[in-house]
Structure formats: C-alpha cells, structure tokens
C-alpha cells in the first residue's frame, strides 16, 4: 500500500490502525505475524512498529517495517528515536526505510537506554536533543510524512501543563503532519489534551492510543513504561475480577475489551481523527473490539471500523 498517514487523515476518518513490536526471537516472530495476517484481514488504515529504547530494536524496526512495505498489503508508519544516535546514523535510517518506499515516520525523542524509562536523558554528542529537532531533519532529508508523540496527562518529564503543551506545539511548529498520543484510558483527558492544543491554534490531528487490558498484571507495566498513574476505578474493578481460574481470566479479558470499546465509541463521536490500537503483537482483543464497534455500527449508522 502506498499513501501517506497525512493524506488517510484527510479522505478517511477516523483512521484506525495497529502497533507492533519486533520480536525478541523466533517464537515471537511467529506469534507477530499470526496476528498480522489476521489483523491485515481488517483492512487498517496503517500499522506501525516500534524502536527500542535507546534504538535497542533498531535493526528489528527497520527490517520487519521493510518487510510490512513489501510483503503485505498493510502501509507501515516506522518509529525512530534521537537516543544514542549521531545524526547521521539518524539519516542512515532514514534513507533506508525510503528506499523500500516508506515515507511514514514517528520522530520521537524516545526513553533512555536500560530498565528504567524514567532514568536521565542525555543526549548523543552529535544527535539532536529534543523530538522537534528529529521532525526537521527528517523533513530536511523528503517527502516524508512525519507524526509525533503527545500526551493526555502530559509527559512525565514535563513539570506542567503549560510546559508539556509549549513542547508539543513545538514539534508541530517543526513540521509534523499528526500525532499519536500515549495510551490513556480516560477520554476526558484527550478531550482536555485536544482543547489545550486548540487553544494555542494548533490543528494538527490528534489520533488516540488505545490498549485493550487483557491481563491485571498488564497494569503494573503501564505504569512503569508510562510514568502515569492508573485510573482507580479501573485498577479497583480488574482487581475485583483477577483470580488464577479460566473464569477469571476470561472476566478480565471481557472487561478490558468493554474498556475499550467504550473508550472507542465514544471518542468517534468527539470527532477523534482516528484511533491507534497498541496491540502487543497480539490480534484477539483487537479484534473484539472492531466486532464489538461494527455491531454497534449496524445498529446507530456511526462510523464504520474497516473490515
């Protein structure tokens, strides 16, 4: 598939598309592909891969987005990061991915090297420091579509609100086509995060990172990779249903969809430009909640998710 995530969110919206990791060995590298295969079948708008902290997964990014262009019918949006990269290594990438015909990137300055993604950023000596910096090299290189990160409950390095929106306009101001928020699991903080961006007259689209929860363990690694708290309520009543038996396990995974699809129809009735399914390289929740919202479609005539 050929286009850019600029031209989808003008013809197409909502968009609606799916995240991917690269796998760590074989057997994820099998369980990655059953679910993009599956996935493919929905028809999405496009998929995106992700990039390691520290460009741990760089060569893994770059590789199965390669092989997304080529091998399937799916449009790749590749994510690339500023840490620990000169920027020519940055422009190596780069020209890389265009030669397989991507021209969709995520710049994002992106989490520090080693466990703990709340630990210091520092700068490559010959990189760029801030993700706006990365969206005018990459537009400095093409014709590249770029997107950025945004945050509904504002970066956890952000001291406020103020500070977190100055910086996102910022990459906007740089160049950058949309954005992709952080998962949130709360739709009134898009909405504040959408109406604080308006405010400054910044009309860069806006798409929503949802996670369907599957697991109550899932809910600690949230935390940690998101810096954010969990929402109460929420964390209260997977608790109330988590156990070791099938049951249990199934009434999390039930909850966690409804979760979503809540989230999810909601958002299409604010006028959400589109919504970006983190998958973790898996398809049934995913899923459950695009047959969840066409059932709902037959029955309200909203918009229809792709089939």
């Not at 799916?18 to 708008?45: C, H, I, V, Y």
């Not at 249903?241 to 199934?250: A, M, S």
């Not at 995913?286 to 969840?292: K, L, P």
Request: hydrophobic fraction near 40%; charge should be negative.
């Amino acid at each position: 598939m050929t286009g850019t995530v600029r031209e989808l969110l003008q013809t197409e919206q909502p968009t609606w598309s799916f995240e991917f990791f690269p796998p760590k060995d074989d057997a994820g590298e099998a369980q990655l592909w059953t679910a993009l295969r599956q996935l493919e079948q929905l028809r999405p708008s496009f998929v995106s891969v992700t990039y390691g902290a520290g460009g741990s997964t760089r060569e893994g990014t770059v590789s199965m987005t390669e092989r997304i262009a080529t091998d399937t019918t799916m449009l790749p949006l590749a994510h690339l990061t500023a840490v620990d990269h000169s920027t020519a290594e940055l422009r190596h990438v780069v020209s890389r991915l265009a030669a397989v015909g991507v021209r969709n990137l995520l710049a994002l300055r992106g989490d520090p090297p080693g466990a703990d993604p709340q630990a210091e950023w520092v700068a490559h000596p010959e990189g760029v420091r801030h993700a706006a910096e990365l969206v005018e090299l990459i537009k400095g290189i093409g014709d590249f579509c770029v997107g950025v990160a945004a945050f509904p409950e504002r970066h956890p390095r952000s001291p406020d609100l103020e500070f977190d929106t100055d910086m996102f306009v910022a990459k906007c101001r740089a160049g950058a086509d949309f954005a992709i928020t952080q998962m949130f699991f709360r739709v009134e903080d898009y909405l504040r995060l959408r109406d604080r961006v308006a405010a400054r007259g910044c009309d860069v689209p806006l798409i929503a990172g949802v996670m369907p929860v599957t697991n109550a363990r899932q809910i600690t690694r949230i935390v940690e990779l998101s810096g954010q708290a969990f929402p109460t309520e929420l964390a209260d009543r997977f608790a109330e249903l988590d156990g070791d038996t099938p049951e249990h396990k199934r009434a999390v995974r039930a909850y966690g969809v409804e979760v979503a699809t809540d989230m999810c129809r909601r958002l299409v009735a604010e006028g959400v430009p589109g919504i970006h399914f983190i998958t973790m390289n898996r398809s049934t929740a995913t899923r459950e909640v695009f047959q969840a919202l066409a059932r709902a479609d037959a029955l309200s005539g909203a918009a229809r998710p792709p089939r």
